[in-house]
């Protein structure tokens, strides 16, 4: 199987690298839009922030090029919210895979801490991603953007209120949190995305 | 529901584990890497590297250390030890550590806070405080407690706060190592103070050091060393105590 992992001007993309190795899956790392576009699964990662990285992407064509791919894309954290319309993080207009905006978290008490940082529990989870899934489950997060719940929600988590952990459409599916640093249940989800 | 974050610490010197007491006597406790996976099996939700190694040469080990973690453990981790500049966090990053913790570098040059958060983001930067009590309140410490400055804890605190830190990480000097229980009153001070989370550090002998640390300290994670290394408190155990103690784990 040829798993591609898209390469942009992000952080941390290494770890999902890590994680797949780990799963026995040995990835490429690219930005060329035949390798992208002949790959089984493409995975788009993220760490950083909005605006900037939809300026590369359309920049590089990139946008366009992950628009169009066909297989199975994940993609994570920043990259989940790049797939949806609008971000409010740096006003900027995303992919439009899903139509549903990103918004800026606000605490409403002491408590509520923004970055939403570590583990939290994944409820109404539907979907391949989630497959084998008969509990709440604990994953890994770290963002201070949300995708509100929507008719593409494939798991929902509550932080301040309920939000988007999962969503897909089609072929697109996309996790907030960072199942390469989920433990055995991200592996899980990553195995399940691969045997799509 | 944000579950509270248990953290084993793993002091790193040569490409070893060690452990000290009150900051000195080194104790052996096992290989770095190997350590840290059995922590992530038996349910650690995150682990901390601090490489206590001063050389350049020991640096570079470091940081091949720092890549065969980020290859082989699934759960977030943290680094500290020897960042003074950009470079070193962008070095420690590319290697794969998902955050990194900076105590004497930012007491010394704190503009290096903003600079972390904005050029890796806010979520990336762990400010490390090592305090102790005095009559006129916590006075914060350099280079491992050996250095005492002019700076007060929940002062420091607040400025990092606001210069963009993503977390506080606060080890009482009179706590560590003792196993009385975390400074609790301290703790619960600066979450009350602060808008990110505290990491309860210094001071875990039993079981209820840690319900206590979320408790009265109102702390988001409690990290500690030596309980975890010698097999005193097993992490399962830990987790399952809590949670019966009505804490939210992740179990």
């Known amino acids: 199987m040829k798993v591609a992992i898209i390469k942009y001007n992000a952080g941390n993309i290494f770890s999902v690298d890590y994680a797949l190795r780990r799963l026995g899956v040995e990835p490429v790392i690219t930005a060329d839009a035949e390798e992208l576009t002949g790959a089984d699964k493409v995975i788009f990662p993220g760490v950083g922030e909005a605006a900037t990285t939809m300026d590369y992407l359309r920049r590089t064509g990139l946008d366009q090029l992950i628009k169009d791919l066909k297989q199975p894309v994940l993609g994570i954290c920043l990259g989940m919210q790049l797939m949806c319309g609008h971000s409010e993080e740096g006003d900027v207009d995303c992919l439009g895979i899903f139509q549903t905006d990103v918004k800026r978290f606000h605490p409403q008490q002491h408590e509520d801490k923004v970055p939403h940082m570590g583990w939290n529990t994944l409820t109404e989870t539907r979907g391949d991603l989630f497959k084998g899934f008969d509990k709440e489950e604990f994953v890994y997060f770290v963002h201070s953007f949300y995708v509100p719940v929507n008719e593409c929600t494939a798991a929902q988590t509550q932080y301040i209120h309920p939000f988007s952990a999962a969503i897909q459409k089609d072929n697109f599916y996309a996790t907030q949190f960072h199942p390469e640093k989920s433990g055995k249940t991200g592996e899980r989800i990553l195995t399940n995305f691969l045997n799509l | ?251």
Not at chain 2, 77 to 94: A, H, M, P, S, W
Request: aromatic letters at 8%.
């Open chain 2, 1 to 251: 529901m944000l579950a509270k974050r248990i953290i084993p610490c793993l002091d790193i010197k040569d490409g070893q584990t060690v452990k000290g007491t009150n900051f000195v006597n080194l104790r052996q406790a096992g290989d770095p890497v190997e350590l840290g996976k059995a922590y992530s099996e038996q349910g650690a939700d995150e682990l901390v590297y601090l490489d206590i190694t001063a050389s350049h040469e020991g640096r570079k080990t470091f940081t091949e250390l720092v890549k065969r973690i980020a290859a082989e453990i699934s759960i977030p981790f943290t680094v500290g030890g020897g960042i003074y500049e950009l470079q070193d966090v962008d070095r420690l990053l590319n290697a794969g550590a998902d955050k990194v913790s900076i105590n004497s570098a930012a007491i010394r040059n704190p503009q290096l806070v903003d600079d972390i958060a904005r050029h890796f983001g806010s979520q990336v930067c762990v400010v490390a405080i090592d305090a102790r009590q005095t009559e006129k309140g916590w006075k914060c410490y350099l280079n491992g407690g050996r250095v005492e400055t002019d700076r007060y804890l929940m002062e420091w605190a607040r400025e990092v706060n606001d210069r963009g830190a993503g977390e506080i990480l606060f080890t009482s000097m009179d706590h560590d190592g003792v196993k009385t229980g975390y400074a609790n009153q301290a703790l619960a001070e600066l979450s009350d103070l602060l808008s990110i989370p505290v990491i309860a550090s210094g001071g875990a002998g039993k079981k209820e050091h840690f319900r206590d640390a979320f408790l009265e300290g109102k702390a988001d994670a409690a990290l500690a060393a030596s309980v975890f290394h010698f097999g005193e408190i097993p992490i399962p155990e830990l987790k399952h105590y809590l949670c019966n103690e009505g804490i939210n784990v992740r179990l």
